[in-house]
């Protein structure tokens, strides 16, 4: 699982995906120290909403608040960890953890985004023979349910502000949609034919040198 998730970053940056100074203000690439990188992403680890409040929140701290990645690297290394063989958010993580410490980088940001999980997981099953016949966990689909629904939703509209509309990313946007909710095509096959498609007609020309 690790080195799956080590391999897309490496490859992603040997694809030239990397961060230049474009009309979004993102700044070159830098380093993160090892407390930095388990301060981020323990900070994810916390967030409610499964994948995509964890993407949220690197994407406020990365993105929106450092400039230390374009938001639309981030999404590619989202789009690439849905294709491997791990979880989604794991290869995310290890990505990134490479990307700005290393290895080492990669493994302290996969101890961060995990202990909070872990943590909450061994208290929860602990309390379970109190928690579980009364009436706290009623409260959980009045308040946490709503928050983590409001952070998904959050998240797909900062995934949707780096598509122009109207464009032909617009229209592959919607008929993915309509593949997958009417069709029920599988994502991965979703994902490799977008990707197929995007690089035959909507790659950037090269500039010829002057």
Known sequence: MLSSAVRVAIGVERAGTQVTIGSDGSLPRGRLSPAEIFRIFFKAGCAFGGGLGILALLEEE????????ARGDLI??????????????????????????GFLGSLV???????????CTVALAAAYGVLGHGTPLAYVQVTLIPAALALILVSAVRIGREIPFPSIEAVLTV??????????????????????????????PRRRPS
């Open 62 to 69: 990365l993105v929106t608040k450092r400039r230390m990645m």
């Open 175 to 204: 008929g993915a949609l309509i593949a997958a909710i009417v069709f029920r095509v599988n994502p991965i096959l979703l994902l490799f034919g977008g990707g197929v498609f995007g690089a035959i007609f909507l790659r950037r």
């Open 109 to 119: 940001a996969l101890v961060a985004v995990i202990l909070p999980g872990f943590l």
């Open 76 to 101: 590619t290394l989202w789009s690439i960890g849905r294709i491997v063989p791990c979880g989604t958010m794991t290869s995310v993580t290890v990505a990134v953890g490479h990307r700005f410490g």
